[in-house]
């Protein structure tokens, strides 16, 4: 629910301790909050294209546009999900590939079509382990 996030923020400025609410922030509330630029607690296209690109920066050690296994580890890049985008199978992710993928995901997560990933669509999407 958006109003489960919004109640979370305003706990932690009445209690004035962050440290307490997010303690109950799921590891998918925190994909959103990292992710969500403008601040409307869903997740536009652009915002989850930014965010991947964040990444894969990140993980393109040598800086040539392509994720390669030794950039990844073997565990990733064995991984079906990485093997799977590889759709030239050269071995590698290019940002073409990554870029196919997430468009992809977004469509499959955005379950009402309007073009914003929310968080209950997140979390029908990414189910958080019960406890
Ligand atoms: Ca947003
Ligand atoms: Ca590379
Ligand atoms: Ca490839
Ligand atoms: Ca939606």
């Given at each position: 629910?958006?109003?489960?996030?919004?109640?979370?923020?305003?706990?932690?400025?009445?209690?004035?301790?962050?440290?307490?609410?997010?303690?109950?922030?799921?590891?998918?509330?925190?994909?959103?909050?990292?992710?969500?630029?403008?601040?409307?607690?869903?997740?536009?296209?652009?915002?989850?294209?930014?965010?991947?690109?964040?990444?894969f920066?990140?993980?393109d050690?040598?800086g040539d546009g392509i994720l390669?296994?030794?950039?990844?580890?073997?565990?990733?890049?064995?991984?079906?999900?990485?093997?799977?985008?590889?759709?030239?199978?050269?071995?590698?992710?290019t940002v073409?590939?990554?870029?196919?993928?997430?468009?992809?995901?977004?469509?499959?997560?955005?379950?009402?079509?309007?073009?914003?990933?929310?968080?209950?669509?997140?979390?029908?999407?990414?189910?958080?382990?019960?406890?």
């Amino acid at each position: 629910m958006k109003t489960h996030i919004v109640a979370a923020a305003v706990a932690a400025i009445l209690a004035g301790s962050a440290g307490m609410a997010y303690a109950q922030v799921t590891d998918v509330e925190v994909g959103l909050i990292k992710a969500d630029a403008n601040g409307d607690q869903a997740l536009s296209q652009a915002e989850v294209m930014l965010d991947a690109m964040r990444g894969f920066v990140a993980s393109d050690l040598d800086g040539d546009g392509i994720l390669e296994a030794n950039e990844v580890g073997e565990e990733i890049a064995t991984h079906p999900e990485f093997t799977d985008n590889d759709t030239d199978k050269s071995g590698g992710l290019t940002v073409d590939e990554v870029v196919a993928e997430k468009l992809a995901d977004f469509q499959a997560i955005d379950t009402n079509g309007d073009g914003l990933l929310t968080l209950d669509e997140l979390n029908a999407a990414y189910p958080a382990p019960q406890e």
